[in-house]
């Protein structure tokens, strides 16, 4: 099974999407910031993540170049997820090796699972 982390800090939006893969089969866990989410993929080694970036503790673009470190961590699929532009993202994202950058205003919920599949392959 498919295992996918969703990092969010945005209880209602990582509920949401949590449902919907699960819907579509595949092993789902989630966590409210980066320091958690940083855990919760060092323990859990899922096949992708969907990262927001402006979280408490410890932002996306620090847990994901935190976890990069490792070098199991280079395959993982990285999808951010988040409200800032391209243009206001942080520089370092370029070097994280990231498969996608989706500002979340400007889809839908399913748009988002077919993207998730596609990034799959």
């Not at 969010?8 to 939006?13: H, N």
């Amino acid at each position: 099974m498919v295992k996918i982390a969703v990092i969010e800090d945005d209880i209602p939006i990582k509920e949401l999407y949590e449902i919907k893969l699960k819907l579509e089969g595949y092993e789902v866990k989630t966590a409210e910031n980066g320091k958690k989410g940083l855990d919760l993929v060092i323990k859990f080694k899922p096949d992708l993540i969907m990262l927001d970036l402006m979280m408490p503790e410890m932002t996306g673009d620090e847990m994901l170049k935190q976890l990069r470190e490792f070098k199991w961590a280079h395959k993982i699929k990285v999808i951010i997820l988040t409200n800032i532009s391209k243009d206001e993202a942080p520089p370092i994202l370029r070097f994280l090796n990231v498969d996608r950058y989706i500002v979340k205003a400007h889809y839908t919920p399913q748009q988002i699972v077919d993207i998730v599949k596609d990034v799959l392959g």
